[in-house]
């Protein structure tokens, strides 16, 4: 048999019979946008070798990069994190005594909003 661990708490759920299997996809949201017949004839080569020297010159992974534009998790509960997780899908703050998984966990800090000088 397949032993299969709580993803948020590590629990092996094949002792309790029951699991939940929770699917997570993030993607970038643009506003729809009309496209003309000029911006379709438009030659958008420039365009496009400025987009990719822009991502060059970024210090960021292509993971990096192409998790900005979309990101599927899936994951497996435990009963007791089902219910957890259910009542507050998003957590106000993630610490490591929460025995997340470490994937999990720095994905979850990613989509918290960045805190600025006057929120302190």
């Given at each position: 048999?397949?032993?299969?661990?709580?993803?948020?708490?590590?629990?092996?759920?094949?002792?309790?019979?029951?699991?939940?299997?929770?699917?997570?996809?993030?993607?970038?949201?643009?506003?729809?946008?009309?496209?003309?017949?000029?911006?379709?004839?438009?030659?958008?080569?420039?365009?496009?070798?400025?987009?990719?020297?822009?991502?060059?010159?970024?210090?960021?992974?292509?993971?990096?990069i192409?998790e900005?534009?979309?990101?599927?998790?899936?994951?497996?509960?435990?009963?007791?994190?089902?219910?957890?997780?259910?009542?507050?899908?998003?957590?106000?703050?993630?610490?490591?005594?929460d025995?997340l998984?470490?994937?999990l966990?720095?994905f979850?800090?990613?989509?918290?909003?960045?805190?600025?000088?006057?929120d302190?």
């Open positions: 048999m397949k032993k299969i661990v709580c993803d948020r708490c590590g629990e092996t759920i094949e002792s309790i019979g029951l699991r939940y299997e929770v699917s997570i996809d993030v993607r970038a949201v643009y506003e729809d946008k009309t496209i003309s017949l000029m911006e379709l004839v438009q030659d958008h080569r420039q365009e496009l070798l400025d987009l990719i020297h822009s991502m060059e010159q970024q210090e960021k992974t292509s993971t990096e192409e900005t534009i979309y990101k599927s998790l899936q994951l497996d509960l435990c009963t007791r994190c089902q219910k957890s997780y259910v009542r507050n899908p998003i957590a106000p703050s993630i610490s490591s005594a025995g998984n470490p994937e966990e720095e979850l800090r990613s989509l918290q909003p960045k805190r600025k000088p006057d302190l």
